[in-house]
């Protein structure tokens, strides 16, 4: 190989941004030094839902020289600085070559930030959203290389677009093994793409590179773990006070039992409190802590409830069907529910009861 130790590239083996130049510089037949980012610098400032958007993450260090910019400006300069290597990633033909770079400008502005969306969405329907442009830019590509009619995106070689887009193999793989799809390799939606695929994953300076789907599986399902867990801490956490303070509930009646104080007049824990030490605690306290006991028993109607809603398409059949228990719950709270026991008021009265009266109904 070429270029001995003049070229260096700095990055994350996980990252597509940084295959791609590696690849650029196995298919020319170029030697390099791979740096591997480590430590805070690595792992941490580049999670792997930053992966795919990350596209300046490699630093390609010629000479001494450091090369910055996006992954495709530093395949463009590689390319041009080595130009007696073989072979060219980009045509010769300057109409060919605007060509190219067109389609690795709509893979990294268009499927790259709709896989980010796909498997990193922060809602249902934004990831439904991602998914679906996804299909859209894969069908595009598949139209492309239908009338390019060619082994591969560059004619009968690898070129500057098949390199752009089989950086992306790796991931598009992974991500379809954590969801259950076939993005790329199902013939009988891609059948061009699926044989463009084996056909690059075929070459040796392709599998001396290209990641093992089931590391970047196992490097992004924690952070996916973590992502969705997040979404529910609060809730669990909620969960395990209110079985703290059922605890303590139980502990009060057994302490009113033993001192001869008979039973509680309701089975809340804040009534037991007033009932065992009256005024211990205020009113609006009262009201907080037993709508939290409140919401956690009635947790796993509305998981079910939660699932049930999700099954609908219409996003105006969800807010109906999750909208009319909502208000039943709400309106059951300001009228009926009596936090701290049967002889309090209820949210309604005490506001009413908080509220200044006009002069008229005082004199």
């Excluded at 170029?30 to 591997?36: A, C, D, H, Q, R």
């Excluded at 792997?48 to 020289?65: M, R």
């Excluded at 595009?140 to 591969?152: I, Q, V, W, Y």
């Excluded at 309106?331 to 009265?349: E, Q, R």
């Amino acid at each position: 190989m070429a270029g001995g130790d003049n070229l260096t590239l700095v990055g994350m083996w996980a990252s597509p941004h940084v295959l791609r130049v590696q690849l650029a510089l196995r298919l020319k037949g170029l030697s390099y030094e791979f740096v591997e980012m480590e430590g805070e610098q690595g792992l941490k400032n580049n999670k792997s839902e930053q992966l795919l958007l990350n596209s300046k993450l490699p630093v390609l260090i010629h000479g001494g020289k450091p090369i910055r910019g996006t992954s495709l400006s530093i395949i463009q300069y590689i390319d041009e600085a080595f130009a007696g290597a073989s072979p060219s990633l980009l045509p010769d033909d300057h109409s060919e070559r605007v060509v190219a770079r067109y389609w690795a400008d709509f893979i990294d502005d268009t499927l790259v930030k709709a896989m980010h969306k796909a498997a990193w969405g922060k809602t249902d329907g934004e990831k439904a959203e991602g998914k679906n442009q996804v299909a859209s830019a894969v069908e595009t590509l598949e139209g492309a290389m239908r009338e390019c009619s060619k082994p591969f995106f560059g004619g009968s070689n690898v070129g500057y677009v098949d390199v752009v887009l089989g950086s992306l193999l790796g991931w598009v793989r992974a991500t379809d093994t954590m969801q259950g799809v076939k993005t790329f390799d199902d013939p009988a939606i891609t059948p061009l793409l699926a044989m463009w695929a084996c056909r690059f994953d075929a070459l040796k300076a392709v599998q001396v590179v290209m990641p093992d789907v089931g590391t970047l599986v196992d490097f992004a399902m924690p952070m996916m773990s973590a992502r969705h867990s997040g979404r529910w801490g609060l809730v669990v956490y909620l969960y395990v006070f209110v079985v703290l303070l059922q605890m303590v509930a139980s502990y009060l009646t057994w302490l009113g039992r033993a001192e001869g104080k008979g039973d509680p007049q309701d089975g809340n824990p804040c009534s037991r409190l007033h009932w065992l030490a009256p005024g211990a605690l205020p009113y609006w306290g009262c009201y907080a802590l037993e709508g939290m006991d409140f919401v956690t028993g009635s947790m796993p109607t509305l998981f079910l409830l939660y699932v049930f809603v999700k099954g609908f398409k219409s996003s105006m059949v969800r807010v109906l069907v999750t909208g009319v228990p909502v208000l039943v719950i709400t309106w059951y709270f300001l009228t009926l529910y009596k936090p701290c026991g049967p002889d309090t008021l209820n949210i309604t009265s005490t506001l009413m009861s908080a509220l200044p009266r006009p002069s008229i109904f005082t004199e």
